[in-house]
């Protein structure tokens, strides 16, 4: 196992909680998020504490016993508008440990930031031959109406099968990890895959799509590091090129801009451009549209942009062309590096042909 620039970090461990048997062996992490929250006083929604969290957790686990030999381990118990790049690793790290021992895993984690980690965690575990399956909920295990028992159960079901990579499963789809974002704050159908069908979908059966990839027997590489040093800016009509240089001269070391359409700019932002290019600092162009992709130099307004030096983002969701720029910046490479590998497809997250 390779492990490229390692993250310090504390975390508190603790032994895997063991329920009954079955076939396969299936690792539930916990992260927190909506599906074991709780109503405060003030009728919001918050976290429980670690005792609380095990003692439904184990409940949750029981109710898995049929579909295969589940064991409960937590990571952190967090809203997920606080996930952070240092808990990824923790889970990673986590996975990488326990690889030799259980046939898949699945990450309980909140819905927010649920494409984010799946995206890094893509990114982190290379060529995994087993699968890792993220699932949350919309609405807490303890009201009626939960997504929780569906959503969870069909996370194992997918943890058990014949796929390897990262994936989120949530309500009737299957997407890969790098491919997926989240549509809705409230429909229980949230997430989206982006410019690809989904892997499978949930019907009765789980229909999973011929070419999604299978098990193997490889050892995967774990490549860890991120540099949370960038900014993701969304154009607007009128927006002001001091805005952009002001950020510029903060230290900020990459950028995504999502762009008008294919990928066009205004000319007022063209001097940022000038300046970001002189100061080696890589600029993503992404588009404000949730389908389709960039396609620079369709029109004047995005030449513009590709003369100087933007790099692309074909067709990768805002998560993942904001997580690959922080992971290839915490790699220590530079812009010209990192414009060739945020075009590299390490899991099917981009393709820059079509």
């Given amino acids: 196992m390779t492990i490229e620039r390692q993250t310090q970090h504390s975390t508190q461990t603790s032994a895997p909680i063991q329920l009954s048997s079955s076939t396969q062996k299936i690792l539930v992490l916990f992260c927190g ?31 898995l016993r049929s579909i295969a030999d589940i064991d409960l381990d937590y990571i952190v118990n967090i809203d997920s508008s606080n996930m952070h790049p240092v808990v990824w690793e923790q889970i990673a790290d986590k996975i990488i440990e326990r690889y030799e021992d259980y046939d898949g895993f699945v990450l309980i984690h909140g819905t927010d930031t649920m494409a984010y980690s799946s995206s890094a965690l893509a990114l982190m575990l290379r060529d995994l031959g087993k699968p890792v ?21 069909n996370a194992v079901r997918v943890a058990t099968m014949d796929l390897s990579g990262v994936y989120v499963v949530f309500d009737q789809a299957v997407f890969a990890g790098g491919r997926v974002t989240k549509v809705s704050e409230s429909r229980l159908n949230a997430f989206e895959s982006i410019n690809e069908r989904p892997v499978a979908e949930i019907c009765v059966d789980i ?11 490889r050892r995967p590489t774990l490549v860890k590091g991120f540099d949370t040093s960038v900014a993701v800016l969304s154009l607007f009509p009128g927006i002001p090129c001091a805005n952009l240089l002001a950020l510029l001269e903060t230290g900020v070391k990459g950028f995504v801009i999502r762009a008008f359409g294919s990928g066009n700019i205004p000319d007022t932002i063209v001097p940022f451009l000038e300046r970001a290019r002189e100061a080696d ?20 307004a995005g030449k513009r942009a590709l003369d100087l030096s933007v790099i692309q983002a074909h067709d990768m969701s805002l ?36």
Avoid: F
């Fill in 33 to 63: 998020g909506t599906i074991l929250m709780e109503a405060v006083d003030d009728g919001s929604l918050d976290v429980p504490g670690r005792e609380a969290a095990l003692t439904s957790l184990k409940s949750l686990g029981l109710m």
């Fill in 133 to 153: 399956v993220l699932t949350g909920a919309q609405i807490p295990a303890s009201q009626i109406e939960t997504d929780t028992r569906r959503n969870l159960i």
């Fill in 207 to 217: 229909r999973v799509r011929k070419e999604a990839p299978t098990r193997h027997d």
């Fill in 319 to 354: 998560e993942t062309m904001t997580v690959k720029l922080m992971w290839l910046l915490g790699q220590g490479y530079d812009s010209s590096t990192i414009a060739e590998k945020m075009h590299t497809s390490y899991t099917g997250e981009v393709d820059v042909c079509s």
């Fill in 281 to 300: 600092v890589p600029v993503v162009l992404g588009t404000q549209c949730i389908d389709g992709r960039t396609v620079i130099g369709l029109y004047e």
